[in-house]
């Protein structure tokens, strides 16, 4: 776990890192940081318009109504989407630190999903804050749990940022592939929609993707108060800690070639 | 005793180019490595060491493969072959101001920057207020480096590179920095960790800065080390064979140059006297040889101090002297009557011009050598000035 290990050592350094990504969103505009939340909440204001008026979606017996369903999903998305999206070029993108500078390449991915999570951050809170106003205060307790599903998505986009990076920076083509799938992707998560309305055939896309159980991960803690651990918890921990352990040896193995490359 | 800081052996960088990248992914995917891929010999074999507390200059040509030793042995490119065994933290100087955002001001860059290098947060604020007043930009600091000139940039950058305290420094020609100040400051700062016992590594085309900073000189023709060992030996040897590739590159036909001096190596303007007692003269024969072509020349000749201060140049062409044709070969005089300067290691500098003094045919840069030990002038800085007190 070289790799991790190198996060640990150069701590200062991601952090840094993740403040000045950070700092860079809102430097030089008048509103600041809210831009980092006007696009989703835009995004979010049509899908619940969408489908709640036009399509009327059904939820099925649950506690919650379709709004919430949405919110609950579409900040940890669009977080892990930027994240991955962000990863992918960041070897090429920093390609003259990698060159001129005595950079450790593997802090790269984790700096940006650490930084995409700051929009999660802030997204969540505003999500919580209207909630109570509405008089649906969550179980605060349960919210002391959020930690759990946090650190889940960090390993798992840290895993796969450092695996497309990698790749990326020695076939360009990842990058644009990636930008397609990543559509695909949002559409075979329960993002939008619930899971029990998928035909059963193609129900399998659904189950063995990984972010679908991270987003009920979020929704049982936060619109039920509670931790759910099922058979699904457990196949995303796994998956989680497989692509951290892949990301960690994949990168390692490619990032002495980054170098010649980029 | 000296004991090897850095052992390099048959260190070789090969990079491989492909065509198009698809070649790449098919190499990649049928296993068929060598199908299209044109291997590039950045570095062939390459077997030297580095002493504790040594600095080694590196020289070569353009695409020699000095970076690419550098950034080996900072190990941010890994090598094809061969090893480098290491004895302590290794800083690199390669390219300045590299992740600096444009954005951000002065002070937050540095904190970058600086955590780049391996700082911690306590270490960069200890060291924040040096590194700043070395740069000089104490009044911009917080503004944000978009806005600086790109002297200034530089500084801000050279400033974080060295506030560094590795064993080991590897510097790569960055030395060029901001105004004539700012260079000698950055020259003093070399010469601190030279003196701190550092073992550094210098890369640079100024053969000045490597002959008076290095212990030994190393230099690479494509990829390979032609010469290393003593800056004077190595460095003559380069600079002959420099000239000689470039007499042989743009002027076959025309044959011109300042001969060499049979007696002092690589000299090209001698001395012929300087007389310590009454008369102090100065006199300087430059030989010029030309084929029977019938062009005219004007001559230069500037005398500069060894620090490269320019003390005092002229020319033919500046006092009106009239071009002057050369048949074969000619001496050519110039006569300081009564220099005065004062006491230190000076070095002549002739150019030979065309016929408007504006073509350069040949130089010699600060090769004779002009020792004034002691002279009767009291006072100190580069001339005697007439001057009285009244008190």
Redesign the interface.
């Known amino acids: 776990m070289s790799s991790i290990r190198t996060l640990f050592s150069h701590r200062n350094l991601l952090f840094t890192l993740v403040k000045r990504d950070i700092a860079l969103r809102y430097t030089g505009s008048a509103i600041g940081f809210v831009w980092t939340v006007i696009n989703p909440i835009f995004l979010l204001i049509i899908y619940s318009v969408l489908f709640t008026s036009i399509i009327r979606v059904k939820l099925g017996e649950v506690p919650y109504n379709f709004v919430e369903f949405l919110f609950c999903g579409f900040w940890p998305w669009i977080a892990f989407q930027e994240a991955i999206i962000r990863s992918t070029n960041s070897i090429v993108e920093n390609g003259n630190l990698i060159k001129s500078v005595i950079f450790p390449s593997e802090i790269l991915t984790p700096s940006l999903v650490l930084s995409s999570f700051f929009q999660q951050f802030i997204g969540f809170l505003l999500f919580i804050a209207v909630l109570a106003f509405m008089g649906r205060i969550p179980n605060l307790l349960a919210l002391l749990l959020l930690p759990i599903p946090m650190f889940l998505q960090f390993i798992l986009t840290m895993g796969l940022g450092w695996i497309l990076s990698g790749i990326n920076a020695f076939f360009r083509d990842t990058f644009q592939l990636i930008n397609a799938a990543i559509i695909f992707w949002f559409f075979v998560t329960p993002i939008v929609y619930p899971e029990y309305l998928v035909p059963e055939h193609f129900r399998i896309f659904i189950t063995i993707n990984p972010i679908t159980h991270m987003v009920e991960l979020y929704r049982s803690i936060i619109l039920e108060g509670k931790l759910n651990i099922n058979w699904g918890t457990i196949y995303f921990s796994s998956i989680s800690i497989f692509f951290l352990i892949l990301g960690d040896f994949v990168f390692k193995k490619l990032k002495v070639k980054f170098a010649d490359v980029i | 005793m000296e004991k090897n800081k850095i052992k390099v052996k048959d260190l070789t960088k090969i990079?491989?180019f492909y065509d198009r990248?698809i070649h790449?992914?098919i190499e990649l995917i049928t296993f068929k490595k060598k199908l299209y891929r044109h291997p590039f010999f950045a570095l062939n074999k390459v077997t030297f060491d580095v002493y504790e507390g040594e600095t080694l200059g590196i020289i070569g040509e353009n695409g020699a493969g000095k970076s690419t030793l550098l950034?080996l042995i900072?190990?941010?490119?890994?090598p094809s072959y061969g090893t480098i065994e290491m004895n302590g933290t290794?800083?690199?100087l390669?390219?300045l101001g590299?992740?600096f955002?444009p954005?951000?001001t002065g002070r937050?860059n540095i904190?970058?920057a600086a955590?780049?290098?391996?700082?911690?947060?306590k270490t960069i604020d200890e060291k924040i207020n040096d590194i700043i007043s070395f740069s000089e930009l104490e009044d911009f600091i917080d503004r944000p480096v978009k806005t600086y000139s790109s002297g200034m940039y530089l500084r801000l950058a050279f400033s974080v590179a060295v506030s560094v305290d590795p064993d080991i420094l590897v510097v790569d020609e960055v030395l060029a920095v901001g105004d004539q100040h700012f260079q000698k400051k950055c020259l003093d700062r070399m010469i601190g960790f030279k003196k701190e016992k550092k073992t550094i590594l210098f890369c640079s085309h100024s053969l000045y800065h490597i002959r008076e900073i290095c212990d030994r000189v190393l230099w690479l023709k494509q990829g390979k080390i032609m010469a290393i060992g003593d800056p004077k030996t190595v460095i003559r040897e380069y600079t002959d064979y420099e000239r000689e590739k470039n007499s042989k590159k743009s002027k076959q036909e025309t044959k011109i140059y300042i001969e060499k001096n049979s007696f002092l190596d690589s000299v090209s303007a001698w001395i012929l006297n300087i007389e310590k007692e009454e008369k102090k003269e100065i006199v300087v024969k430059i030989k010029v040889k030309n084929q029977n072509n019938g062009r005219r020349f004007h001559l230069g000749v500037g005398i500069y101090r060894n620090d490269l201060v320019e003390c005092f140049a002229t020319s033919t062409k500046l006092d009106g002297v009239e071009p002057f044709f050369v048949d074969g070969e000619k001496d050519i005089f110039i006569y300081f009557d009564s220099p005065l300067l004062l006491e230190g290691r000076y070095k002549v500098a002739v150019v030979l011009f065309d016929e408007t003094g504006l073509h350069v045919y040949d130089r010699k840069d600060q090769e004779g050598e002009i020792e004034i030990e002691s002279c009767e002038f009291t006072g100190r800085g580069l001339f005697f000035m007439e001057h009285r007190w009244k008190v």
């Open positions: 990079y491989y990248p790449r992914l950034k900072s190990r941010t490119v890994a290794v800083s690199a390669l390219e590299v992740g955002h954005d951000f937050s904190y970058l955590s780049m290098l391996g700082f911690d947060k």
